[in-house]
């Protein structure tokens, strides 16, 4: 087998033809592998099936079992994805901000790709095209690791994809998947940074962590997502339990789905039971403090570590506070910095909520399931990032890129 250095030095040489390549032959090559996509739909759904079945014989939930799910319209949206980013401008070479200084310098800030960017990922395999696309219009290849449940789909993918640039006479090398999906692999690969710029994990809470404590490459993080809804006391009652229906159970197994509940202990007779009605329509079990139980012997009493959960399941937590400052004091305790939503005709509580909350997306009147880079109109998206540097957020190609300076002199020396 060859070893992964000289495998990820091909990679990195392949940043050259990158820098190379037009927007324009960029965008050719997005839209060829979006008609491959396409025309290969059957092999893609077949490959999954065996993952599917082997998730199955493994217990895997049914939330997980969707997220792994490939059928025809998720190929046709995979292909979609890609012409989306296909129309997307070009951030390479934008001049960002230019000055000349008093000695003549001209200086130019620039937008250049990060370079190679791994990516470390569980289950989902539309990440695998999703990952490419946005990467390789950013100029940057892409080493990609998934997990050992989406394997037979990510091979087929990834397949699919280099018979198309090899068509297209394009390196091969800008793109590779690991099909080693063990953990040894995944540690060796975190201690790559002679030929990896960026490391992104995408998964849940164990992985970001190991990635984290043991990569040596620097990693933006993508975080887990305990997402929040506070309803205020002067909420519209409709409306908060319309949005916090389709914030929990659209999707029950993805990171922006609500996963927490926040309610002024003003509204709570009034709310709770419906509340209840509603989610229990939905098969939503609701894990409350004693207080909210009292209200409806339907809830189940939480314990401490309910508050900080990301179920991913048809599971969300209830806490009732007296304020707002005492909501946004608990949100910002056990957020994972992802996506918090208030409900309310209260501007200044709204302001407040807006100002305070420490994440990286904070809705006023609206579901936490809109945190996506296609629905904030970036194209498909590398992932959710909930740290401060370098991005925060949905990660579009602007996200994918970094600077550098760029000076014009006429022979200018420092004195």
């Known amino acids: 087998m060859e070893k992964l250095e000289n495998i990820l030095e091909r990679v990195k040489e392949s940043t050259k033809t990158l820098a190379a390549m037009s927007s324009i032959e960029k965008n050719i090559v997005l839209k060829e592998i979006a008609k491959s996509l396409e025309k290969n739909k059957e092999a893609i759904i077949k490959a999954n099936q065996k993952d599917i079945e082997n998730a199955k014989n493994n217990n895997m939930k049914e939330s997980l079992i969707d997220r792994l799910k490939i059928d025809n ?112 692999t995944a540690s060796k690969l975190m201690k790559m940074n002679d030929y990896i710029d960026v490391l992104i994990p995408r998964g849940g809470k164990g992985l970001i962590k190991t990635v984290i404590e043991n990569s040596t490459i620097p990693v933006i993080e993508t975080g887990t ?31 922006n789905a609500c996963e927490s509940l926040v309610i002024n202990r003003a509204i709570i007779k009034e709310f709770i039971p419906q509340l209840v009605m509603r989610l229990h329509a939905k098969n939503v079990e609701i894990r409350a403090e004693k207080e909210a139980c009292s209200i409806s012997s339907k809830l189940v009493e939480a314990s401490e ?46 302001e407040k909520f807006l100002n305070e909350i420490d994440s990286s997306c904070v809705y006023v009147n609206a579901s936490t399931r809109f945190t996506d880079g296609a629905e904030f109109g970036l194209g498909a998206e590398i992932g959710i990032s909930t740290q401060k540097l370098h991005t925060r957020g949905p990660m579009g190609l602007k ?8 000076i014009y002199g006429n022979g200018q020396v420092r004195i």
């Not at 506070?321 to 509580?349: F, G, L, P, R």
């Open 73 to 184: 319209s998720r190929v046709m949206a995979m292909a979609e994805g890609l012409l989306d980013i296909s129309k997307l401008a070009d951030p390479v070479g934008e001049t960002i901000e230019g000055r000349k200084l008093e000695n003549g310098l001209e200086i130019l800030k620039k937008r250049v790709p990060l370079g190679v960017i791994a990516i470390i990922y569980e289950s989902r395999p539309n990440v695998t095209v999703d990952a490419f696309g946005l990467c390789f219009k950013a100029g940057n290849a892409t080493v990609l690791k998934g997990g050992s449940d989406a394997i037979n789909t990510n091979v087929e993918i990834i397949k699919i994809i280099k018979n198309t640039l090899r068509n297209l006479n394009v390196s091969e090398d800008i793109v590779y998947l690991l099909e080693d999906t063990t953990r040894e």
């Open 399 to 406: 996200e994918l890129t970094t600077t550098k300076y760029v």
């Open 305 to 350: 570590e309910d508050w900080g959960k990301e179920y991913l399941d048809l599971i969300i937590s209830l806490k009732i506070v007296d304020n707002i400052t005492e909501a946004i004091k608990h949100i910002n305790k056990y957020s994972t910095k992802h996506s918090e939503s208030i409900i309310t005709n209260d501007y200044n509580n709204a």
């Open 225 to 255: 997502g305990n997402c929040h809804i506070y309803v205020d006391k002067s909420a519209d009652f409709e409306m908060a339990l319309s949005i916090i229906e389709n914030a929990k159970t659209q999707r029950t197994g993805v990171c």
